[in-house]
């Protein structure tokens, strides 16, 4: 029976999911024994694995699931579920329906954008949103999401009739839609699970440790999508997204950085990429498109996209 459904490269990412749990129930485990030095280090270890999670292991997986039997994917799922804190499967719904169908566009004729989480959709004069608001204060609406999960345990994790949002990017086929609506009471009760265990065994790290990390986690990924779109332009399918061409980092991030290319072609396997880009290079090359110098989590370090937008906007674009 086949088991990979593309690549056996896709398992390293499934070993990196693992460790990741293994590595947080060692440091839940010896929070209370450890050192302030090392409780800090811990947390920002904390911090790289859930901000790594959703940036290249989750979000290769929404698009790819690795497995061919489904059983291996739904288990994946919630796994990093409880790595990540939020369900994975309702990230792909809104990740791979919404974003990758509105591709961060501006605000309509509603006065709203249709892409969730557009860096245009709370900026004025058709402008980004501030990174502050986007970033930092956008994290509290996913922790408190987080936090929402808990609760769910007196429906028993099923999706409720008030998350309107959900049941609109479901899918249409009656057999599809209740498999996604069963992985998402999946991913939901392993994450409560999960919490509850942790809490039992160490209350300490999950308030001082866990929490803050996954609020902080979730502000380095609103910044990483900011910057994977600040500048750009949405009306243009070969310029609506900024990428990072830089080696190590696409080795490291599994090509995370063709992130103009991965909205091109979103079904395309994280190790196809490079192929996108060549295939897609003349019209490349034929429009004003942003690629950045830096990665997409220290974009605020390329000067030149900022003067760039600033001059968008002085010259009404």
């Not at 209350?203 to 900011?226: D, E, G, K, R, T």
Request: aromatic content about 14%.
């Amino acid at each position: 029976m086949r088991i990979w459904k593309n690549t056996r490269l896709d398992g390293i990412l499934l070993i990196l999911s693992v460790l990741q749990f293994i590595i947080t129930l060692t440091i839940a485990l010896s929070w209370n024994q450890a050192s302030i030095f090392l409780q800090v280090g811990a947390f920002v270890l904390m911090v790289m694995m859930i901000s790594y999670n959703i940036i290249v292991i989750s979000h290769v997986f929404t698009h790819q699931p690795w497995f061919e039997p489904a059983f291996l994917n739904h288990c994946v799922s919630m796994l990093n579920s409880l790595n990540i804190g939020q369900s994975v499967e309702i990230y792909k719904l809104t990740h791979v329906k919404n974003h990758h169908k509105y591709n961060n566009d501006r605000k309509g004729p509603n006065g709203s954008t249709q892409d969730l989480s557009s860096t245009y959709r709370d900026g004025e004069n058709q402008d980004h949103s501030g990174l502050f608001r986007y970033a930092f204060l956008g994290a509290f609406g996913t922790l408190f999401g987080v936090l929402k999960t808990l609760s769910y345990a007196i429906r028993i994790w099923r999706v409720g009739k008030n998350e309107s949002l959900i049941f609109s990017l479901l899918s249409k086929s009656t057999t599809k839609r209740a498999l996604e609506l069963r992985q998402i009471q999946l991913d939901r009760l392993f994450i409560s699970i999960g919490i509850l265990f942790f809490t039992i065994i160490n209350w300490q790290w999950v308030l001082f440790c866990f929490i803050p990390a996954l609020y902080l986690s979730f502000a380095l990924v609103n910044i990483q999508n900011y910057y994977e779109h600040f500048g750009a332009e949405p009306s243009n399918r070969y310029a609506n997204s900024v990428s990072y061409y830089g080696r190590l980092y696409n080795v490291i991030t599994f090509n995370d950085g063709y992130h103009q290319e991965h909205h091109l072609r979103p079904q395309m396997h994280w190790s196809r990429l490079p192929e996108v880009h060549t295939q897609f290079k003349k019209d490349f090359d034929n429009v004003n498109r942003v690629v950045s110098p830096v990665p997409a989590m220290l974009g605020f370090f390329h000067r030149g996209r900022t003067q760039q937008s600033e001059k968008k906007k002085s010259d009404g674009i």
